[in-house]
């Protein structure tokens, strides 16, 4: 991405962290912070974008779920070492931080298939073996990570900052790069106040954003911004469910980008290109045919809920979540994750379709 992602995130909605701090009422100095609710829904203010930042660090929604319970647990459990309502948000980015660069110490770094290797044939027979979901980047739903903004640059800067070719992307810096490029350019902070965050010096701070703003304009990931009530986007992702239900394969590639590439993790093939793609549909893939959409978002990008045919013969079954990339008003990008026993509930999709 070349050009500056700058979002002011703002707080997001309360949502209760009652279950967190049961039992921990003695241990709160209510003088400056008032009631217990009041500190716990202080607190949850900060979930979504928390859960924003440590998703474009960690490059799963699972994972940046976890960090930020694991950052709001340290939180209470430190609240009375805490200085001054002023720096709370500061206070918890720091913890978050730390949190992520510990996980990120030992795991390995996610990646998308088209980082493992060249683009395969149309023509296989076989997709490749399943790699351990600890290896990919993950979707994540947009209402769980985007703040609520009422600025509509805010808005689309922010979809932009959660789009998998960004986020996969910001999985090939190093994590303290990470960390200065996400604070500095998706969430507008301060060069000090990155340094004081990292406990580092200024100068630092400006040499790792320089680095990494330089590899992340050597990565591909230029795409059109969704926006829901574009009429023309409207009308494209219409006729893509039409074309894809349907299994009108020649309507359907009409609608592919010619560098369009198709995946689907976890297995490792991919493929670029309409007539590899088509070709993947009318055979190996054809087991797609009489599938039905439901439409979400997932990572600032039109998103649906694939359930193909049951083998009982009754209704429809989950089968993917397909998360789909625009360029130049035409689908650039087809991310077919299987992983549907986890993701189908994160994204409130039905467990099956009559």
């Not at 009041?38 to 900060?46: I, K």
């Not at 319970?69 to 939180?75: E, G, L, N, V, Y």
């Not at 009108?248 to 560098?259: C, F, G, M, R, S």
């Amino acid at each position: 991405m070349t050009r500056s992602l700058r979002v002011v995130v703002t707080t997001g909605r309360p949502a209760g962290c009652q279950g967190l701090i049961a039992g921990s009422e003695e241990n709160l100095n209510s003088a400056r912070f008032g009631f217990v609710s009041d500190v716990a829904a202080q607190l949850e203010t900060f979930r979504p974008e928390l859960t924003g930042y440590c998703y474009r660090m960690l490059g799963s929604s699972f994972e940046a779920e976890d960090a930020v319970q694991d950052t709001m647990i340290r939180a209470w459990k430190g609240i009375d070492g805490f200085e001054g309502r002023s720096a709370l948000r500061s206070w918890l980015y720091r913890i978050a931080t730390n949190v992520c660069l510990t996980m990120l110490g030992s795991a390995q770094r996610r990646v998308r298939p088209m980082d493992l290797g060249p683009a395969g044939s149309g023509h296989a027979t076989h997709p490749g073996e399943p790699r351990p979901e600890e290896i990919w980047v993950g979707p994540v739903p947009d209402e769980r990570v985007l703040p609520e903004a009422s600025d509509p640059a805010n808005v689309i800067a922010a979809r932009e900052s959660i789009r998998l070719a960004f986020v996969a992307a910001l999985q090939h810096l190093p994590a303290k790069q990470r960390a200065v490029l996400i604070l500095r350019e998706v969430l507008a902070w301060s060069a000090q106040e990155v340094a004081e965050l990292l406990e580092t010096s200024v100068a630092s701070v400006n040499s790792a954003l320089q680095r990494a703003r330089a590899t992340i304009a050597a990565a591909d990931t230029a795409a059109d911004v969704y926006q829901p009530l574009d009429e023309e986007q409207k009308a494209l992702l219409g006729r893509y469910v039409q074309a894809f239900e349907a299994y009108d394969l020649t309507a359907l590639t009409a609608l592919l980008h010619e560098d369009a590439t198709l995946s689907m993790p976890p297995l490792p093939l991919w493929l670029r290109g309409p007539d590899d793609i088509t070709a993947w549909m009318e055979g190996t893939g054809s087991g797609c045919r009489g599938s039905r959409l439901v439409p979400v978002v997932a990572n600032g990008l039109p998103a649906f809920g694939q359930y193909r045919c049951s083998p009982s013969g009754s209704g429809h079954d989950p089968w993917a979540l397909i998360v789909l990339e625009i360029a130049n008003g035409r689908i650039s990008g087809v991310n077919n994750f299987l992983d549907t026993a986890t993701l189908f509930p994160l994204f409130g999709l039905p467990a099956h379709l009559d």
